[in-house]
């Protein structure tokens, strides 16, 4: 079974048979949308909408805990792919462009990181030096060229607070931290991920120059980052097929 968390937008998927959708609870709450169960091409797939079906939870008010233990602790999955949407700060990547970073930096603050809540168990730490699961994003580089979509292979994803865009300063610093991409979902999703143990993987979707770069030098216009993420999309859906048919 194969776990897919859908992003903005990203509230349906192409070719995927619903066989049957369950309201899940989880220890720490509900996650952001009922799971849908069902298949694409020869593989079982588990998907969630991360801000729910009608769009309504913003990034720092995700229950990421919830979402991913549903996933591997419910669902049972053996690996996730994550679709998200970011603004574009290296100078290469530009809006429409598909992404698989292959490091992120966290800069969120304020969200429940961990499944480690102290009490009697003893104190774990996970390794986190490559965030992103190496044969995962290989298995999606590899379908992206089997689907004939092009997709950049790597980059590192700076995941901000949110829910407001970033001033163009910040945008900077993040430049000056060695940040390509920025979003605001990507942790503690990936962390948590791997805490729990299932490998994982982000496919990120940049709709937007990120503030103060490019057409974003005075501010960023959403009606135009609103038709282009429809596009890429469009794009990502048919890799997530590919991809499903291995
Ligand atoms: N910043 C943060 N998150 C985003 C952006 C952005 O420019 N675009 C899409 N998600």
């Given at each position: 079974?194969?776990?897919?968390?859908?992003?903005?937008?990203?509230?349906?998927?192409?070719n995927f048979d619903?066989t049957?959708?369950?309201?899940?609870?989880?220890?720490?709450?509900?996650?952001?949308?009922?799971?849908?169960?069902g298949r694409i091409g020869c593989r079982e797939v588990?998907?969630?909408?991360?801000?729910?079906?009608?769009?309504?939870?913003?990034?720092?008010?995700?229950?990421?805990?919830?979402?991913?233990?549903?996933?591997?602790?419910?669902?049972?999955?053996?690996?996730?792919?994550?679709?998200?949407?970011?603004?574009?700060?290296?100078?290469?990547?530009?809006?429409?462009?598909?992404?698989?970073?292959?490091?992120?930096?966290?800069?969120?603050?304020?969200?429940?990181?961990?499944?480690?809540?102290?009490?009697?168990?003893?104190?774990?730490?996970?390794?986190?030096?490559?965030?992103?699961?190496?044969?995962?994003?290989?298995?999606?580089?590899?379908?992206?060229?089997?689907?004939?979509?092009?997709?950049?292979?790597?980059?590192?994803?700076?995941?901000?607070?949110?829910?407001?865009?970033?001033?163009?300063?910040?945008?900077?610093?993040?430049?000056?931290?060695?940040?390509?991409?920025?979003?605001?979902?990507?942790?503690?999703?990936?962390?948590?991920?791997?805490?729990?143990?299932?490998?994982?993987?982000?496919?990120?979707?940049?709709?937007?120059?990120?503030?103060?770069?490019?057409?974003?030098?005075?501010?960023?216009?959403?009606?135009?980052?609103?038709?282009?993420?429809?596009?890429?999309?469009?794009?990502?859906?048919?890799?997530?097929?590919?991809?499903c048919?291995?």
């Amino acid at each position: 079974m194969l776990g897919i968390i859908g992003g903005s937008g990203l509230t349906a998927l192409a070719n995927f048979d619903v066989t049957r959708r369950v309201v899940v609870r989880t220890p720490y709450g509900d996650p952001s949308s009922i799971m849908s169960f069902g298949r694409i091409g020869c593989r079982e797939v588990a998907f969630l909408a991360r801000h729910g079906h009608g769009h309504t939870i913003p990034p720092h008010l995700v229950n990421y805990r919830a979402n991913i233990w549903a996933l591997a602790k419910d669902a049972k999955v053996r690996g996730i792919v994550s679709v998200a949407s970011v603004g574009a700060i290296r100078a290469d990547l530009t809006p429409g462009s598909v992404v698989v970073p292959d490091q992120i930096i966290d800069y969120t603050w304020g969200r429940k990181q961990t499944f480690e809540e102290g009490g009697d168990s003893q104190v774990s730490h996970v390794d986190f030096t490559e965030p992103y699961d190496g044969g995962l994003r290989l298995a999606v580089l590899d379908a992206a060229k089997q689907a004939g979509e092009a997709v950049v292979d790597s980059a590192v994803y700076a995941v901000t607070q949110g829910p407001r865009l970033e001033s163009a300063a910040e945008i900077n610093r993040l430049a000056r931290d060695g940040a390509d991409i920025v979003g605001m979902t990507g942790m503690p999703e990936a962390g948590l991920a791997r805490e729990i143990g299932v490998p994982y993987v982000a496919i990120c979707v940049v709709a937007n120059w990120a503030a103060g770069r490019r057409e974003s030098t005075n501010g960023i216009q959403f009606d135009v980052m609103e038709a282009r993420l429809h596009e890429s999309l469009a794009r990502v859906r048919h890799l997530i097929e590919y991809f499903c048919e291995k």
